[in-house]
């Protein structure tokens, strides 16, 4: 199975490793440094992707490019995160950049799209999620002289019998359970003890941070002497619903004082009900403070830094393909914004002592990802409700 492979690696890696269109006309240069492509009207079968591009180079092509993910460059989350640390570098070096959202969340439409960031003059291409592993799988074969940062995944074919990294393809994990398991933790220690988890699709790095939570949040709980209810939930998709928001919203009703948003633009659900409520939500994969008064923190990935020193290296010649890297609480690749974070009694102090633990691996967790319920987890002060 693929999920014991991850589990495998990312065992082994926290030693060895330091880190939810079709062939339309090409379109021109984008002006300014940021600006929204013209999509063909009313052609709804042959429109290209959207994209978002710097001024192409002198050949009208486009170095460095990001393919999202089901959700939007705009998510405030995990695509996003990943593009601004693709633009960072691009703009300090004076590099071509430009992204492109493919129309749909399949194989085949991530394989075509890729295949329009090369055609479009990309030599480097970004491609941020779990959904991307088969698509890399194909591409690398096919674009022998590009090179791909594959997030949250590694290469394998579509029955997973084969799993092959090619020296041009640098994929990224992130041990997720342990920023799923500092904000459970800083939670409960601040006083709450009734939580929520609304995840987006049930993919490995999804059930990673809602393992991770429930187990922090049982840590704490155990230390304190109290009871802990965490209600339990994924919605299937990376996208904000009214669903989403009206079963965030019941949570609240019935006591609920935190929901941990996990699953891109599922997070927006969350927030608009918590604003609603007057509660509280735990933002994910980047500091999403700035997106509502709500979030009181959040479980980050450094996706940004990942990706800038990804881009960084593949110009410095130093690109790390064929191997995994694995971003954790040992180099500084997980973690939650204490300048940002809004707690009440959880202090800069108490998250120093909680984080320097967890990074000399004082802390153990399970990130079993074939259980995506937590029936599995020996929790002592933690009663989960999964939700359907």
Known sequence: ??????????????????????????????????????????????????????????????????????????????????????????????????????????????????????????????????????????????????????????????????????????????QEDQAGYLAGYAAVKDGMTKLGFMG??????????????????????????????????????????PEAQAMAASWYQNGTEVVFGCGGAVGNSVMAAAEEAGAKVIGVDVDQSGESDTVITSAMKMLSNSVYDGVKAFYDGSFPGGQTSVFTAENDGVGLPMETSKFESFTQADYDALFADMKAGKITINNNTEDSTTADLTLSNTKVSFVE
Request: with cysteine; charged share 20%.
């Open 200 to 241: 987006g699709m049930a993919v490995p790095a999804v059930i990673r941070y809602g393992y991770g939570f429930v187990q922090g949040a049982d840590a704490a709980a155990k230390e304190l002497g109290v009871n802990v209810e965490v209600m339990y939930n994924y919605t299937g998709a990376f996208a904000a619903t």
């Open 1 to 174: 199975m693929k999920s014991k492979l991850i589990s495998a690696v990312l065992c082994v890696s926290m030693v060895a490793t330091m880190l939810v269109g079709c062939g339309a006309k090409e379109e021109p240069a984008a002006p300014a440094a940021e600006e929204t492509a013209t999509e063909a009207a009313d052609t709804a079968e042959t429109e290209a992707p959207q994209a978002t591009a710097s001024e192409a180079n002198a050949e009208g092509g486009y170095e460095l490019a990001l393919v999202t993910d089901l959700g939007t460059i705009d998510d405030k989350s995990f695509n996003q995160g990943a593009w601004e640390g693709m633009k960072k570098y691009a703009e300090e070096n004076g590099i071509s950049y430009k992204y492109y959202q493919p129309q749909e969340g399949t194989t085949d439409a991530y394989v075509e799209t890729i295949g329009l960031a090369v055609e479009g003059g990309a030599k480097l291409v970004v491609c941020p999620g779990f959904l991307f592993e088969e698509p890399v799988f194909i591409v690398q074969d096919q674009y022998p002289d590009v090179h791909f940062i594959l997030l949250d995944g590694e290469p394998h074919n579509g029955d997973y019998s084969e799993f092959k990294t090619n020296d041009t393809v640098m994929p990224i994990l992130f």
